[in-house]
């Protein structure tokens, strides 16, 4: 099948890359040239382990390229993946469709023969209707055009992998041609045995906001208990893992610490409270509110210890964070709570030395008032306190006596809850983290 993925960003490259890798002729378009232009010479503009593989893979087989002309794309594809971003609007909670809007103003006109759009971008429910119609009036004569939605699942970090072998595909569609049309895109999928669940638009959209909030949910109840733990003098780990041991609970999601960013969760679940409140059901979400609210109260506790450990205030003060990204084995910054964590002590007047083993480029663009240093030793040389806020394995895999050689004191934060306190106390080492007694 001849398939175009609109928007390559961190979803729109990997989808690609995969759909040619499961034998599709694919055509990714973005406004960005630059980055078309990296991707065409089967380049990864940005960190994603393996993605580099399946691109290079797929860009040397013939079967993926790139352009930035709609006319190219109108013309090409029988299926058209519309993957651009969906921010938080400036102004309120609400999703930015702009950039699905512009998809399909540009492309609807464009398209001639039969063929299917299907957005894969994470969209308040009711956008696959609101679409659909726009598309018919946009449509030339001729031209049988019908819009269905897919959410995507994928975890940076995992995303090749998941889109691989995903847990499950869910399509919303109004018609079995529609059905049809993605089973076949998904053929290799399907005869893996992946679940394939084929409902209304409706329902689809809600599965993914519904998916997040879930997931928003679970870690922000486990840091909520943190709290509680850290009050009561009790070990939210062994809290974690009593839970856990229930099959009706599962132990993944809880662990305790600076909370959830990126460009997904806390803007889904804004998008989702203002999108309930069109609908006029926001009480029966209002409870997300919290969820939210509980999520950015960990980086302020975060930088409340730090403060605390740091003998009171932050002046005058080296302090080595470790972790930029929002998540190990990504790159991304949006929405970084340990850029966040990292800025704030900044303000309060700390000398900050951060440290991240992918992510320095993209923070410093968005920060670029911090000393960002490529190496660990050299970020903690001097060092008053160290903080670890993004649990990349590097960071599980420091030496604490040989870290001890180069920083000031032996003092670290753990908000990932993800060092062994054992090792970290018995190099000398003080250990804080969220929700767990402190080791003599
Ligand atoms: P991103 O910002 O990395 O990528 C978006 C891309 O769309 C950019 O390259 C941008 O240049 C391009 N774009 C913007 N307007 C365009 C236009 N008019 N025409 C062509 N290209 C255009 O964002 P992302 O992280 O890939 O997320 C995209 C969507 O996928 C969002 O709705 C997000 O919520 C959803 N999603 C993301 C993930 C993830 O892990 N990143 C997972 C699941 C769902």
Request: aromatic share 6%; net charge negative; proline share 5%.
């Amino acid at each position: 099948m001849r398939l175009t993925v609109i928007g390559t960003g961190y979803l729109g490259a990997v989808h690609a890359a995969c759909m040619a890798d499961l034998g599709h002729e694919v055509l990714g378009v973005d406004i960005d040239a630059e980055k078309i232009a990296a991707l065409g010479e089967g380049r990864v503009p940005f960190y994603e382990p393996g993605l580099q593989e399946v691109l290079g893979r797929a860009v040397d087989s013939g079967r993926l390229r790139f352009t930035t002309s709609l006319d190219e794309a109108a013309d090409f594809g029988d299926v058209h993946f519309v993957c651009v971003n969906t921010p938080q609007r400036r102004d309120s909670p609400a999703a930015d469709l702009r950039a699905v809007d512009a998809v399909i103003e540009g492309l609807a006109p464009r398209l001639h023969r039969r063929c299917l759009i299907v957005g894969k971008s994470t969209v308040p429910v009711g956008t696959t209707a609101r679409l659909g119609t726009r598309v018919g009036e946009l449509a030339r004569e001729g031209a049988d055009v019908e819009v269905a939605w897919n959410p995507e699942f994928l975890r940076e970090g995992f995303a090749v992998q998941d889109t691989l072998r995903p847990e499950r595909l869910v399509v919303g569609v109004q018609s079995a041609r529609a059905d049809r049309t993605l089973r076949e895109v998904y053929a290799p999928l399907l005869r893996i045995g992946v679940p394939y669940i084929s409902a209304g638009p409706a329902t689809a959209e809600l599965v993914k906001v519904a998916a997040n909030s879930f997931l928003a949910t679970k870690i922000s109840f486990i840091n909520a208990m943190a709290e509680v733990c850290d009050a009561a003098g009790a070990d939210v780990t062994t809290l974690a893992d009593a839970l856990g041991y229930d099959t009706r609970i599962g132990r993944r999601f809880l662990r305790a610490g600076l909370g959830f960013g990126g460009g997904c969760l806390p803007k889904d679940i804004r998008a989702f409270t203002a999108r309930a409140e069109e609908l006029g059901v926001g009480g029966a979400v209002s409870f997300l509110h919290q969820i939210d609210a509980i999520n950015t109260r960990q980086r302020q506790r975060t930088v409340d210890i730090a403060r605390d450990m740091a003998g009171g205030g932050f002046e005058g003060r080296r302090i080595a964070v470790l972790g930029a990204t929002f998540k190990p084995d990504s790159d991304d910054v949006r929405d970084s709570p340990a850029l966040a964590v990292a800025a704030a002590i900044h303000g309060e007047g700390a000398d900050v030395r951060l440290h991240d083993p992918r992510g320095l480029d993209n923070a410093r663009a968005v920060l670029p008032v911090l000393d960002y240093v490529p190496d660990v030793a050299k970020a903690c040389e001097g060092a008053d306190l160290v903080l670890h806020l993004t649990e990349w394995t590097d960071y599980r895999r420091i030496d604490p006596a040989e870290l001890a050689v180069v920083t000031r004191t032996r003092r670290i934060l753990d908000a990932r809850n993800a060092l062994d306190p054992a090792l970290w106390t018995s190099a000398g080492w003080t250990l804080r983290a969220l929700g767990r007694p402190t080791p003599a």
